[in-house]
């Protein structure tokens, strides 16, 4: 297969507006490559997202591409170099929103797909596709839902490639072998609203709430493990006042997060929050969002598959890393699958004038074509 497959595939994916949750055709175009290849197809339309299950074949192991067609908004078109969707190709790379993350990853493994499928058409065990438009917006009727229907049909993933862009300085020097969770919480501290030189008839949340939150600033969750940093605590809103300067508010809400590792669970974290603010004596509510679990798969044939093709293609020694934000591997790994994800590099993703490498896509392609080779020819 040649570059310009990779590329032409990826410019009209990029010239498909999907500003998340909106697909624009992205789906379909993928769906009639795959329809050639004996894929059956199934659209998964839940609310506002589009979604797809494509699968070929029925034995075991079951190996999934897994990816989205929604991109993030543009931002401002102005400050962009090029229009983010004409999918111009200029200096050896191709421009626009979505190059990088992710739909240059969806390009090379639709491609690789189509040539591992022509060199092996009786390759053993089944690939699949579970591409969804929701994972750049709020993840709650994209792969969370498609996995809900696959567990309740006992239709199991046994190993899945993530097409996340993962890597830092060139295609495969990083693969994410796992990803940290991520735990919400919204404290709301009740006060009494009075005026500033009257102090003893208020009772001010900010200064009843700090004591609490240096405390929980300070305290070490976890020391990690050897896949994981140590989980961290960070607040990231904190709002009160009326706007006023003589008045003391009467209430104040703290907004914070965890990214932890497999060392410590939910359960665990919100106890010792709620020990914490307890500790201190203040009347408040508190209300959690579990963003995502941690997952790891520290050993297995998939690492192992990975490892191997960014050895054959790149000649790289490949670092397994948890770092980073969560991704939808998250919900595919609660099921037991084994999970990594593999994309190009991540420098420009989310900003203006998001691009990739040609040569980085070719070079992907090729890894994926290497790690469908290692584990179902």
């Known amino acids: 297969m040649s570059q310009s497959e990779v590329i032409t595939l990826a410019q009209a994916l ?51 591409f897994a990816g989205h067609t929604d991109v993030v908004p543009t931002g401002p078109i102005n400050a962009w170099h090029l229009d983010p969707f004409a999918a111009t190709v200029q200096d050896g790379y191709l421009h626009g929103r979505g190059a990088a993350d992710m739909k240059g990853s969806l390009a090379a493994m639709i491609v690789a797909t189509e040539r591992f499928i022509t060199d092996f058409p009786d390759h053993k065990g089944s690939i699949a596709f579970l591409i969804t438009s929701d994972e750049e917006g709020p993840f709650i009727n994209g792969t969370t839902r498609v996995i809900d229907v696959l567990e309740a049909r006992n239709e199991k993933i046994d190993l899945c490639l993530v097409g996340e862009p993962s890597s830092t300085h060139q295609v495969g020097d990083v693969v994410k072998n796992g990803r940290r969770g991520s735990l919400t919480g919204f404290v709301t501290v009740k006060g009494i609203q009075g005026h500033v030189a009257y102090p003893q008839l208020a009772k001010n949340p900010i200064h009843l709430v700090s004591p609490a939150l240096t405390e929980l600033s300070q305290t070490v969750w976890d020391q990690g493990n050897a896949f994981f940093p140590a989980t961290s605590f960070q607040i990231s809103n904190i709002q009160a006042g009326t706007g006023a300067g003589n008045v003391i508010p009467g209430e104040l809400d703290v907004q914070f997060n965890f990214r932890f590792s497999t060392e410590v669970t939910v359960e665990q974290l919100q106890v010792r929050v709620v020990s914490i603010l307890d500790h201190y004596g203040f009347d408040y509510d508190i209300n959690w969002i579990i963003n995502g679990l941690p997952f790891l798969t520290a050993e297995g044939s998939l690492v192992e598959a990975t490892v191997k093709a ?41 900003k203006v004038n998001e691009c990739v490498s040609i040569e980085d896509l070719e070079r992907l392609t090729d890894i994926y074509y290497h790690i469908l080779r290692e584990i179902l020819a």
């Open 310 to 350: 960014i050895k054959q293609v790149q000649h790289i020694e490949t670092s397994l890393e948890t770092t980073g934000g969560t991704s939808d591997g998250r919900f595919i790994a609660q099921t037991g699958a084994q999970v990594v994800e593999l994309g190009p590099c991540n420098a420009t993703i989310h």
């Open 14 to 64: 990029i010239q498909r507006p999907s500003v998340t949750p909106k697909d624009e055709g992205c789906q379909t175009l993928m769906a009639e490559r795959l329809k050639k290849l004996g894929f059956s197809i199934e659209e998964l339309f839940f609310v506002d997202t589009q979604n797809m299950w494509a699968r070929k074949g029925q034995q075991s192991p079951l190996f999934c």
